[in-house]
């Protein structure tokens, strides 16, 4: 495929490479011809010098005839009429990546479909709900986050506490928009019906609306109830992000900020959040705050190497889960290689998020689980679909599959069983990954 991306930052440059190595054809715009540079030196990518929100640029790197435009300069602005005008010059696909998250949420303002942009796209966002998501729930094994937060699915262990050992799902009352969705026992991976019956022991794939999910774990995993400490490390939008998705919940967090001004801000906006003035990778100010006592430590600067030695610091000295974010993908087997616990990295998110835009194939793998046997699939519902129009409680898919979550419009929910796919909608579908074809002439996806 044919593909223009605008702007050669961390996101832009990261993207071209996974795309050349995955052998499509890119072409790289930028302002700045040193920054092309080492673009041109390391990958086989073709290069323009020159803005991309000019017509005459875009139509000299080719978007006319391109299958996809990637907007992903420093300039949430910029990469939105950048790919309203690809759009409208010719391509495809376009894809704008954007910093603030209100340009990317269309249940606000739909900035996607005034502007005719197929996907708008906030790595950072999407990082810090799954960070969010790891403190809130450290024993998961697996988490998944889908629709921006929306539906959220964890793969853990049966703990010998729960009230759901030995009895039958027939018996056990879920928060409606929550399903138990698999069930590893012994290597094997089964789709329960009302007759399976819950093992200590065993692992389940629980899914849910993200309102439901805490109260629909707590049945099958019994949750010590203590207050847990967290600590974080830069005044960020990451930081400010995953301080919001933690509102509510069991935690007391304290937010340590470099810059009076900002540090001031924070502590009016987020007032369940305690801000402080200060630099925690200074060894003094570690051990007068006593941080070494917290349970997780985040660090979300936007600088690399602090982050890694703020995360090394807090684990010496003794805290229990470190996670850090950087930007640079590189470091991401480094960091797990000195001992921290979890590195995250929002471009090689967006790379992800990128390469999702390009994927055409009707069944699309969107996770697995059981080292492979089980995948959830997203699939478009056709117009010959055998469950278009009835209630779920009435359709008998075969035993190795299960809806897990129903797409219509910009709202994705956990269907109950009297609930109805319609024609149009996207389905999240949980199954044995041998069997995927079987999906196609079910949803009359062809």
């Known amino acids: 495929m044919r593909i223009v991306i605008c702007g050669a930052g961390e996101v832009g440059s990261h993207a071209a490479e996974v795309l050349v190595r ?51 300069t420093d300039c949430d602005e910029v990469n939105l009429l950048t790919s309203a005008l690809g759009k409208r010059i010719g391509a495809t696909k376009t894809v704008a990546r954007v910093h603030e998250f209100d340009f990317a949420d ?27 998501q790891n403190i809130r729930n450290p024993a998961a094994l697996a988490v998944e986050i889908f629709a921006r937060g929306q539906v959220e699915m964890q793969q853990f262990e049966i703990t010998g506490g729960s009230s759901a050992v030995g009895r039958p799902l027939s018996e056990i009352t879920m928060p409606r928009g929550a399903r138990l969705a698999g069930i590893l026992r012994d290597g094997e991976v089964s789709i329960p019906d009302s007759s399976s019956v819950i093992n200590e022991g065993d692992e389940v794939v629980l899914v849910a609306d993200a309102p439901s999910y805490d109260a629909a774990r707590k049945i099958f995993h019994e949750e010590k109830k203590v207050r847990r400490s967290i600590v974080v490390l ?32 924070l502590a009016a906006e987020l007032d369940w959040v305690t801000v402080l003035h200060g630099d925690v990778t200074d060894p003094a100010m570690f051990a007068e705050e006593r941080i070494a006592e917290a349970d997780h430590f985040v660090a979300l600067l936007e600088d ?49 998020q990128i390469e999702e835009a390009l994927d055409v194939d009707v069944v699309r793998t969107v996770s697995s689980l059981a080292d492979g046997g089980v995948s959830v699939f997203r699939v478009g519902v ?65």
Request: charged share 30%; net charge negative.
């Open 234 to 265: 830069g005044g960020t939008r990451m930081a400010e992000w995953v301080c919001r998705t933690l509102r509510g919940k069991p935690f007391a967090i304290r937010l340590f900020e470099r810059d009076r001004e900002v540090a001031e801000r």
């Open 382 to 446: 056709g117009a010959a679909c055998e469950l278009a129009g009835k209630r779920l409680r009435t359709v008998k898919l075969t035993p190795d599959w299960s809806v897990l979550a129903v797409q219509r419009g910009e709202k994705t929910w956990v269907p109950h069983a009297d609930d109805e796919v319609l024609v149009g909608d996207e389905v999240l579908v949980l199954g044995r990954t041998e069997h995927r074809d079987r999906l196609v002439e079910i949803f009359d996806a062809g």
């Open 304 to 352: 690399d190497e602090v982050n890694i030695i703020g995360g090394v610091l807090a684990k010496l000295r003794g805290v229990d889960t470190v996670t850090v974010v950087v930007q640079r993908s590189a470091y991401l087997d480094s960091v797990y290689s000195i001992g921290l616990d979890r590195a995250y990295s929002p471009r090689t998110v967006a790379a992800k």
């Open 22 to 72: 995955a052998d499509h054809a890119v072409t790289i715009i930028d302002l700045d011809a040193e920054r092309l540079r080492p673009i041109e030196d390391s990958i086989d990518a073709r290069t323009v010098v020159g803005n991309c929100a000019r017509a005459d640029i875009l139509l000299e790197a080719g978007v006319a005839g391109c299958d996809l435009l990637v907007a992903a």
């Open 106 to 132: 269309r249940r606000g303002f739909d900035y996607g479909d005034v502007l005719e942009i197929d996907h708008l796209i906030c790595p950072e966002f999407s990082t810090s709900i799954a960070i969010a």
